[in-house]
């Protein structure tokens, strides 16, 4: 019944920027943490970013420095902005929401390819 809306990525070249966005129709959105995840074309899914209820905010080693992690709750979206790219940024981008109450559902966008190339 949630619905997570997945917008942005596709083709840029090495060095550019990107911004993703994802919009979630549920009431309990401020109590979720927000995070992004990808799969590499081998099929590798990596954890990128999250924002906790609370305003915590975390990074992935490959993307610290470049990539920053917004959200905003008065529009149930968050949002992703990749700059300087790198070839090996390639992959499907996931929006996902993760339950911090035990209990609460787990929702996942349908994902979103990025590819960086010349």
Do not use: H
């Not at 490959?62 to 902005?81: C, K």
């Amino acid at each position: 019944q949630v619905q997570l809306v997945e917008s942005g990525g596709g083709l840029v070249q090495p060095g550019g920027n990107l911004s993703l966005s994802c919009a979630a129709s549920d009431s309990r959105f401020s109590a979720y943490e927000v995070v992004w995840y990808r799969q590499t074309p081998e099929n590798q899914r990596e954890w990128v970013a999250g924002i906790t209820p609370g305003g915590a905010i975390k990074y992935a080693n490959f993307v610290q420095g470049r990539f920053t992690i917004s959200r905003d709750n008065a529009q149930n979206t968050w949002y992703l902005r990749m700059n300087s790219l790198k070839s090996e940024d390639t992959a499907v981008y996931f929006c996902k929401l993760e339950a911090v109450v035990t209990g609460w559902p787990n929702y996942w966008g349908k994902g979103i390819p990025v590819t960086v190339s010349s």
